[in-house]
């Protein structure tokens, strides 16, 4: 098989092709070819083609004067490649740790220059250290270093935490963890080290090898940490953690300046985790959904007199009085509330609705909307837990 390049007449839809001809029965098929950026000077540093009869340039007027376009170009093969010029070219990265003698150094420890012996935690080659009076204080690769600044600031996270968590352990301190609960989407917050007591970087767990495994006195994990800059944990690390009921917490770092709040580490905020401390249904073990009653001042849609609105929220629903239950309705009466069955729907069910004291009409379930904001105040009545799967429902 034998590859060349090839040109045709310029229009508005066709663009430079890459032509491939077979050898036995001579057939060609044609691959569409389009530079990163429609600069000639992008082209050629991106894709290396050269022309051997004409820039670029020349042939764009040959087309435009009509004349024949050169038949063949050839490819430089000496061209840098796109990642290569990426990540030695642009690395605004300016990560504040090195690693020297096995453990993380800061800028603060060191004086400016290249005399401090410490290296990059992703390509381990010697850092400089520039302390100036413009910038942020950070090391630096040299200018002919290729590095990817993503698995850089990646791999310092997972050391730097990987050093705090065992410092903590050490000292007997508390580290708080706060995360939005994959299960309920609810925002949780414990203790990280409730149970752990060592942990251990990129360590396997048979099928797996996370970021940070935290295991306790006998050394079962309990806990699981991934550091996240740009791709999500694989997936065969959540199916191990939800098997093994293993909680896996995800702490996403998108900066370099989010390093130095982890030391000390006193609270982690991770993004997203699998561990719920809700209480969890008998039936189906998922995890139950506290209902809160608000009882609030509100307005007749009709005689705009005054009269009491009662409502219950589970996390984002809000319903009215016929979702309540027993205990729900003894506390909105006790505070005001008045209700009254609606006339039969088209099922022929007759709800219950808030109604004013004045002229008997009822507060359907469409102006109950306008009064959502009673659940924002915080002063809601504990009555009970639902489960968020099943029809399972308890009350005080």
């Given at each position: 098989m034998t590859n060349a390049v090839s040109s045709s007449p310029r229009t508005?839809?066709?663009?430079?092709?890459?032509?491939?001809?077979?050898?036995?029965?001579?057939?060609?098929?044609?691959?569409?070819?389009?530079?990163?950026?429609s600069s000639d000077q992008t082209a050629l540093a991106c894709g290396g083609i050269e022309n051997g009869t004409g820039s670029l340039r020349e042939r764009r007027q040959s087309r435009r004067a009509g004349e024949d376009e050169p038949k063949t170009t050839r490819v430089n093969t000496d061209a840098k490649p796109v990642s290569a010029l990426r990540f030695s070219v642009n690395t605004k990265l300016k990560i504040p740790f090195a690693i020297r003698d096995g453990r993380l150094i800061h800028i603060s420890e060191v004086e400016s220059g290249r005399g401090h012996g410490?290296?990059?935690?992703?390509?381990?080659?010697?850092?400089?250290?520039?302390?100036?009076?413009?910038?942020?204080?950070?090391?630096?690769?040299?200018?002919?270093?290729?590095?990817?600044?993503?698995?850089?600031?990646?791999?310092?996270?997972?050391?730097?935490?990987?050093?705090?968590?065992?410092?903590?352990?050490?000292?007997?301190?508390?580290?708080?963890?706060?995360?939005?609960?994959?299960l309920c989407d609810s925002q949780h917050t414990g203790s990280l080290l409730k149970k752990a007591r060592s942990v251990r970087l990129e360590h396997s767990l048979t099928t797996c090898?996370?970021?940070?495994?935290?295991?306790?006195?006998?050394?079962?994990?309990?806990?699981?940490?991934?550091?996240?800059?740009?791709?999500?944990?694989e997936e065969h690390v959540r199916e191990f953690c939800h098997r093994e009921k293993i909680g896996l917490l995800e702490y996403h770092i998108t900066d370099e300046i989010s390093l130095d709040t982890l030391r000390p580490l006193t609270v982690l905020r991770a993004r997203v985790g699998s561990v719920c401390t809700r209480k969890k249904c008998p039936l189906c073990t998922a995890p139950l959904r506290s209902v809160q009653l608000f009882v609030g001042d509100g307005?007749?849609?009709?005689?705009?007199?005054?009269?009491?609105?009662?409502?219950?929220?589970?996390?984002?629903?809000?319903?009215?009085?016929?979702?309540?239950?027993?205990?729900?309705?003894?506390?909105?009466?006790?505070?005001?509330?008045?209700?009254?069955?609606?006339?039969?729907?088209?099922?022929?069910?007759?709800?219950?609705?808030?109604?004013?004291?004045?002229?008997?009409?009822?507060?359907?379930?469409?102006?109950?909307?306008?009064?959502?904001?009673?659940?924002?105040?915080?002063d809601g009545v504990f009555v009970g837990y639902e489960c968020s799967n099943c029809d399972w429902k308890r009350s005080i």
């Open positions: 508005n839809s066709m663009k430079p092709v890459i032509s491939r001809t077979c050898s036995n029965d001579a057939s060609t098929h044609r691959f569409f070819w389009r530079p990163i950026h410490g290296t990059c935690p992703a390509c381990n080659v010697p850092l400089v250290a520039r302390k100036g009076a413009k910038m942020r204080h950070h090391f630096a690769h040299r200018p002919e270093a290729i590095c990817n600044p993503e698995t850089a600031l990646h791999r310092t996270t997972k050391i730097l935490l990987c050093e705090e968590i065992n410092r903590a352990i050490a000292d007997q301190r508390e580290v708080t963890a706060s995360w939005r609960c994959s090898r996370p970021d940070l495994t935290l295991f306790d006195e006998e050394s079962r994990p309990v806990a699981v940490i991934e550091v996240v800059v740009t791709h999500a944990p307005k007749c849609w009709k005689c705009k007199s005054k009269m009491k609105v009662s409502l219950i929220s589970r996390d984002w629903l809000k319903d009215g009085p016929n979702e309540f239950n027993a205990a729900a309705l003894e506390i909105a009466q006790e505070r005001g509330a008045i209700f009254r069955l609606r006339p039969p729907n088209d099922a022929g069910r007759r709800l219950l609705a808030n109604s004013c004291p004045r002229c008997r009409s009822i507060t359907s379930e469409f102006f109950l909307m306008d009064y959502g904001y009673l659940a924002g105040r915080g």
